[in-house]
């Protein structure tokens, strides 16, 4: 639920177009929708503080349980694609040096001659 909020609010963000305010989104979110949730509230009150989040480094922590999910979940043969998936979200946003993401635009540039970045 958490990895869906973010990710929404982030497609949000960057449809720099339309000037979206975030912080009001989720106070309309909040009373007006059918996407109401404790998470919603916190997601609202962080908004508020810092409307961009800049303050914020993008490293998530894990507390254990999203692995103990999803440990548990293999073991009794249970899909659980979406919470693993936010596990490997938190994984991914603690990586400054993204070496796959690198590998990634390194063989679509090789084989379809897709552009890629240079670093700084």
Same mark, same amino acid.
Request: negative net charge.
């Given at each position: 639920?958490?990895?869906?909020f /973010?990710e929404?609010f982030?497609?949000?963000? &960057? #449809?720099? $177009?339309?000037?979206?305010?975030?912080?009001?989104? !989720?106070?309309i979110?909040?009373?007006?929708?059918?996407?109401?949730?404790?998470?919603?509230?916190? /997601?609202?009150?962080?908004?508020?503080?810092? &409307? #961009?989040? $800049?303050?914020?480094?993008?490293?998530v922590?894990d !507390?254990?349980?999203?692995?103990?999910?999803?440990?548990?979940?293999i073991?009794?043969?249970?899909? /659980?694609?979406?919470i693993?998936?936010?596990?490997?979200?938190?994984?991914?946003?603690?990586d400054d040096?993204?070496f !796959?993401?690198?590998?990634?635009?390194?063989?679509?540039?090789?084989?379809?001659?897709?552009a890629?970045?240079k670093?700084?």
């Amino acid at each position: 639920m958490m990895q869906a909020f /973010a990710e929404g609010f982030s497609i949000l963000k &960057a #449809k720099q $177009e339309f000037g979206l305010d975030l912080a009001q989104i !989720s106070e309309i979110w909040q009373h007006g929708s059918v996407v109401r949730s404790w998470l919603l509230d916190l /997601a609202a009150n962080a908004l508020k503080e810092d &409307a #961009k989040l $800049e303050d914020i480094k993008p490293w998530v922590a894990d !507390s254990g349980e999203g692995r103990w999910t999803v440990f548990e979940s293999i073991d009794l043969d249970v899909p /659980a694609p979406i919470i693993t998936l936010a596990l490997q979200m938190r994984f991914a946003s603690r990586d400054d040096e993204n070496f !796959s993401a690198r590998m990634l635009a390194a063989l679509r540039n090789q084989f379809g001659g897709h552009a890629i970045k240079k670093a700084d």
